[in-house]
Structures are given as structure tokens and as C-alpha cells.
């Protein structure tokens, strides 16, 4: 089941950016976050680093963890944002999980927070993944 919202907000003038900063998509995961928040998810972490990767938001659900990547594109010309979640980061977030965790007993919710747009105007779409 895919959940879709459009918002837009008015922002200032976008801060110089280089494509390898991690601010320029940080407004993506602020709104990412603030969607899931409003739709009864509770923030555990935020940015956890684990030997395996990085989870963008660790939340939790109806008592189950959930962990979820933030992909934001401004246009599709390279691909949409669920495209660019490929087999390998998959793997990489759900032993990160079982790190962030320490067991493998308990059931894990995977989440993409596809943000497409500009800070202008955007779209969030919600993708399980497994």
C-alpha cells in the first residue's frame, strides 16, 4: 500500500551546495520525518552510523522498530527515488537494523520515504520494502 501526500512550503533562497553536501537534502528528511511523525510514527534515532551503513530515520510503530531510507529527487531524468534504492542498500539497512537492535528476534518494518520536488513544492510517497 503506497501512501501519497503533496505539500509545499515557501522557503528562502536555497543555500550553495555542493552535490556531496549533506545539507542540501537534509529539508527532505526534515519533511520525511515530520510526515511520519504526524502518521503516529515516534522517532527512536536519527542519521544512526553502523560498520554496515547509515539508517536515515529509526522509528517505531504499533511496538515495532522501523527503519527507513529517505530518497529525494527534484525530477525524474535520473530515475525516480525508489529506483535508487538498489538490492545492496537494502541489505545493508537490515544489518544495520540487526546491529542497531543487538538481536534477531524481533520483527523489523523497512520503509522508503520517497520525496520527489524541490523545497518548494514536493510529494511524499511511502514504500515498504522487504
Not at 535508487?84 to 540487526?98: D, N, T, Y
Request: hydrophobic share 40%.
Amino acid at each position: 500500500m503506497r501512501a501519497t501526500t503533496t505539500t509545499s512550503r515557501a522557503s528562502g533562497p536555497t543555500p550553495n551546495a555542493c552535490p556531496c553536501d549533506p545539507v542540501k537534502g537534509r529539508w527532505a528528511e526534515d519533511a520525511a520525518l515530520e510526515y511520519l511523525l504526524v502518521r503516529g510514527f515516534t522517532l527512536v534515532a536519527r542519521n544512526r552510523r553502523t560498520p554496515y551503513g547509515e539508517i536515515d530515520l529509526w522509528l517505531e510503530k504499533d511496538g515495532l522498530p522501523v527503519f527507513a531510507e529517505v530518497k529525494q529527487r527534484a525530477s525524474n531524468h535520473y530515475g525516480t527515488p525508489l529506483e535508487s534504492i538498489r538490492p545492496w542498500k537494502l541489505e545493508r539497512m537490515r544489518k544495520s537494523a540487526l546491529y542497531l537492535l543487538g538481536r534477531e528476534d524481533v520483527r523489523v518494518r523497512f520503509l522508503a520515504v520517497l520525496v520527489s520536488g524541490t523545497r518548494a513544492a514536493w510529494r511524499i510517497e511511502l514504500v515498504p520494502l522487504e
